[in-house]
């Protein structure tokens, strides 16, 4: 016999998971609040069963946690980011200006005549 223990889910959240059970496999189920009974599945099958109503119902944020023969829905908490983890910096971010993209009048030469001609390669 494999227990679940469903603590952190709402009474109908654990009826719509015996339905879930009884639709998926069939096996004997017995409620007994918040804790289900399952007799004739494997310990693996109810596992993968109890994974798969999570991710089917978009439960992301519980999880599985198996002890024995017994296996408990939890509710995963993200874990609060410490002050000495954030990084601080000591100069604060200055942007560069980006190089100036016009010629100055004085870079510009002007072409006096005709403009140098090309080079002709040898072609073999």
Do not use: C
């Not at 609040?33 to 999570?54: M, N, P, Q, W």
């Amino acid at each position: 016999m494999t227990k679940v223990l469903a603590d952190d889910f709402d009474n109908d959240q654990v009826s719509l998971l015996i339905e879930f059970l009884t639709a998926m496999s069939n096996g004997v189920f017995a409620r007994h609040g918040k804790r289900i009974d399952i007799t004739g599945l494997a310990r693996e099958r109810v596992k993968s069963l109890v994974r798969k109503f999570l991710h089917t119902n978009h439960l992301s944020e519980y999880n599985v946690l198996a002890r024995g023969d017994t296996f408990e829905i939890i509710r995963i908490r993200p874990e609060a980011k410490s002050k000495e983890d954030e990084i601080k910096y000591s100069m604060p971010f200055v942007p560069i200006p980006p190089p100036p993209t016009a010629v100055k009048p004085r870079l510009v030469i002007e072409w006096q005549g005709k403009p140098p001609t090309k080079k002709m390669r040898n072609k073999k």
